[in-house]
């Protein structure tokens, strides 16, 4: 069965420093896998993807994920976090024989301290 | 253009009652998803569309639960005799295709609470 774990449900950085997010993913087959973000009180927004192009994905607000089969992991970084990151990060999983599916992980909440 | 819009935004009902939910995906979309968000399971799938294909239904959690299409775009999300436990953000998603590497865009959500 396909699942899809984060590894810390809160995360806690300085303005400035770098972000780190964890995921590992289970799939019986090479999935494509995402990264959302959740504002408070808005809606799900994609941040990036990878779907068995290069490895290492860039997204936006200069997020990037680097995809590990090896390690069966995609995790989120970024350089340096602003202010406006805080929010709820979900790793998700869309195995590619059901359909555009998608499966979340429970979900990391990014605080930024100024 | 134009997201994906849901309404209404909110939606408070008393136990037993029959609430619908409803779904304008983004326009040339042919596949149509909708996802509910609840403090104890998470983001969970319930139902997609892909055009006029039969729908699947595997993630809905109950037959008080049903969902429709029409004309291939805006869509409804029927619950009915609700349930307390039915309380939570339902989110709708809408993808160029039905295919696993295609991204899903989400609407903001209707948040249901059941009294």
């Known amino acids: 069965a396909q699942s899809v774990t984060q590894l810390d449900s809160h995360v806690s950085v300085s303005e400035g420093t770098p972000v780190l997010l964890r995921c590992n993913y289970s799939?019986?087959?090479?999935?494509?896998l995402f990264w959302y973000v959740q504002h408070p009180n808005k809606g799900l927004q994609l941040l990036l993807k990878?779907?068995?192009?290069?490895?290492l994905v860039k997204g936006i607000n200069g997020f990037e994920a680097e995809f590990k089969k090896s390690e069966t992991s995609f995790h989120l970084t970024k350089p340096s976090a602003h202010m406006s990151d805080a929010a709820e990060y979900f790793c998700?999983?869309?195995?590619?024989?059901?359909?555009?599916?998608?499966?979340f992980g429970q979900g990391t909440e990014l605080s930024v301290k100024p | 253009g134009a997201g994906v819009s849901q309404s209404p935004s909110n939606k408070v009902t008393e136990k037993g009652k029959d609430v619908e939910l409803r779904c304008d995906p983004i326009?040339?979309?042919?596949?149509l998803y909708w996802y509910r968000q609840s403090l104890g399971q998470g983001l969970e799938f319930l139902i997609y569309?892909?055009?006029?294909?039969?729908?699947?239904k595997s993630g809905l959690p109950s037959d008080r639960f049903s969902a429709e299409r029409t004309g291939g775009s805006v869509s409804t999300l029927t619950i009915q005799r609700t349930q307390q436990e039915d309380s939570a953000v339902y989110l709708c998603?809408?993808?160029?295709?039905?295919?696993?590497?295609?991204?899903?865009?989400f609407g903001p959500g209707t948040r249901l609470t059941v009294t």
């Open positions: 998700v999983v869309s195995p590619y024989n059901q359909g555009g599916k998608l499966i």
């Open positions: 998603a809408s993808s160029l295709r039905r295919e696993f590497n295609y991204e899903q865009y």
């Open positions: 569309f892909q055009g006029n294909s039969a729908p699947d």
């Open positions: 799939s019986s087959y090479s999935p494509s």
């Open positions: 990878y779907t068995s192009a290069a490895t």
């Open positions: 326009s040339g979309h042919t596949a």
